[in-house]
């Protein structure tokens, strides 16, 4: 019986069971707090607490049953003071009218192997405290969902076995850092904010659907096949928005970087990113994303793909971005882009560099037009609005098939690749089917009505036909009215173009401009 209003029960043992239930416990206005310097299990059966303090440094308390807060008096209280608490599976009922704090560094786990517990209930958001450096934990081995009512610290999802679903419904705010761990298949459908410095860290064995992410500053990272199964993909759906940190997207086992570490299409997604309708937004912040499609005999298994009206990855100020692309496919596979930029798709940085790393088409057998960049469709475009450089290289696919029309880069929309202002503009593209029999190769290919600009900095255009014994593998062709290779003011154009082609291949052409096509500058080289 522990009425009196100044009661206060310490508990000091560093093992075993705390409290065994073998009569009643009357809390009145009590304090149970915990001190032990051990791992220890807090009770036997359910109990109720007015308040409960865990007091004991880098250990942890497991609940071993339900810990139900009494809401007799509203100074009930569970304070996590310094080390962790661990649920077990036992869900924590609080109290509406009752406070819970944690203090930092400390940490509350929630779920075990077996059992989906929730976050203590009832609590109201204005009276929950957690520290920005304290951590949640959803350990789980069964599906659970992450509850959106306090403001977490650190938010962590790293469930203790199989690969369950996570799930973030509701809108969740993070004063720390945010991350899931394998095995988790994260579901957020509520869209995540770390709204510190913190950063947001999605890791997955498979494919990932990321949602709405938005930190303040923080680096995201989204990396899928963390395994390295060669299937894992990223499906950009929600926007992605760092407001200055670094956003990296790709996959493997290890440390993405610039072209190293892909995400990997799948049965799920053949594309290995794709960017569908929605923004991924750095600011200042650097962006690195790579993706290969899906080794599948099926078409259309692209690297990275950014698609629709509202389809964008940008950077400000001096932002940059590197992507890298690269398509698959197996036996007659066609049509396999390592980079698309398509339906009004845009990439864009302005004083930040623009990098599409060497993206190359997938493809194999009797399969064609598996291009390294394509960009197509009205308004899509890649382009710098600054000071920013921008560089695209793409080199076409089916390497040893019969199939030809693979185009290192294919500029298939007005201003498909341009510089507004005084970003220098390289484009070099390598027509593809190297050792194959295909046709019509062409390291770069612009046709009617489209064009590649600059605004006065200097345009370095290099074009390779492909080595196959096809005929007609031009290193650059442009064609078709209005189809343009243009520069103002002082800017230069500086165009290397070598045919490709071996044994008897035929009509090579290093540049070939044809049927109303035009290539100009104003008071710069040509």
Known sequence: DATSAVSTITLTATSG?????????????????????????????????????????????????????????????????????????????GTANGTLVMDSGNTLYIGSSGTASTFPTNYTNGNITLSATSTVVYQSGQNQTVSAVPTYGHLTITPLANTPTMTVGSATTVAGNFLSNTPANLTNT??????????????????????????????????????????????????????????????GSGTISAGSGFAVGSATQATGVLVNG???????????????????????????????????????????????????????SAS????????????????????????TGGGAGSGTGNYGVYITGTNSTIKTTGSGSLSVTGTGG????????????????????????????????????????????????TDAGNSITAAGAAITMTGTGGASTGNTNYGIYIVGASAVFSNTGTGTIHITANGGGVTNSDSDYGLYVNTGAVISTVNGNL
């Open 17 to 93: 069971t705390l409290i065994t239930n073998a009569g009643t416990f009357t809390q009145g206005t009590s304090e149970v707090l915990v001190t032990g310097a051990g791992s220890t299990t807090l009770l036997s059966a359910g109990t109720t607490f007015h308040k409960l303090t865990i007091n004991n440094s880098g250990n942890t308390v497991s609940a071993g049953a339900v810990i139900t807060m009494s809401n007799a008096s509203a100074t009930n209280k569970l304070y996590i003071q310094s080390g962790n608490l661990n649920d077990g599976g036992n869900t924590i009922v």
């Open 190 to 251: 509520g869209g995540i904010t770390v709204s510190g410095s913190g950063t947001a860290t999605i890791y997955d064995n498979d494919d990932i659907v990321p949602g709405v992410i938005t930190t303040n500053g923080g680096a995201i990272l989204i990396n899928a096949d963390r395994d390295a199964s060669t299937a894992g993909s990223v499906n950009i759906a929600g926007a992605i928005t760092s407001n200055g940190g670094s956003i990296t997207i790709g996959g």
């Open 278 to 332: 929605v923004t991924v937004a750095a600011a200042g912040g650097a962006v690195v994303i790579n993706g290969q499609g899906y080794n599948t005999t099926t078409n259309s298994n692209h690297g990275v793909r950014v698609t629709g009206a509202a389809g964008a990855i940008t950077a400000t100020g001096n932002g940059t971005i590197n992507i890298t692309g690269n398509g698959k496919g197996s036996t007659n």
């Open 336 to 359: 396999n882009y390592g980079l698309e930029v398509d339906a009004g798709g845009i990439i864009s940085t302005v004083n930040g560099n623009l990098t599409i790393s060497n993206s």
């Open 398 to 445: 089916n390497g040893s098939g019969s199939g030809g029309t693979n185009y290192g880069v294919y500029c298939n929309s007005v201003s498909c690749i341009q510089s507004t202002t005084t970003g220098t503009v390289t484009v070099t593209g390598t027509g593809g089917n190297g050792s194959g029999s295909g046709a019509s190769n062409y390291g770069i290919y």
